[in-house]
Nanobody, 124 residues
Framework: QVQLVESGGGLVQAGGSLRLSCAAS????????MGWFRQAPGKAREFVAGISWSSGSTYYADSGKGRFTISRDSVKNTVYLQMNNLKPEDTAVYYCAAKRGPYISARANEYDYWGQGTQVTVSS
């Protein structure tokens, strides 16, 4: 059974950094794409960044370009989201998701598995 477990969220001041981790288990993810999404109160879930596990290619939403970096460690079966220069508008619950097939998608409904989420709060 696939499990995605996020960690690394917390409270940080504007301009600070956090690194989120997503530990994946339950199968081999070499033919999967992994994504990070976020959802703020009263807002729809939105794509943040994605990575193809096999090729390592990445894709970012405009909101995170230049500030966020997604990466994966195939030995640890873990995906990371390094977030720098955080802003109050980055406050949200951040979710890790896995999608069958190597191609990254920004559409939440194309992802097959989801973690429970981790809260990120950025104070001004």
């Amino acid at each position: 059974q696939v499990q995605l477990v996020e960690s690394g969220g917390g409270l940080v001041q504007a301009g600070g950094s956090l690194r989120l981790s997503c530990a994946a288990s339950g199968r081999t993810f070499s033919n999967y794409a992994m994504g990070w999404f976020r959802q703020a109160p009263g807002k729809a879930r939105e794509f943040v960044a994605g990575i193809s596990w096999s090729s390592g290619s990445t894709y970012y939403a405009d909101s995170g370009k230049g500030r966020f970096t997604i990466s994966r460690d195939s030995v640890k079966n873990t995906v990371y989201l390094q977030m720098n220069n955080l802003k109050p508008e980055d406050t949200a619950v951040y979710y890790c998701a896995a999608k069958r097939g190597p191609y990254i998608s920004a559409r939440a409904n194309e992802y097959d598995y989801w973690g429970q989420g981790t809260q990120v709060t950025v104070s001004s």
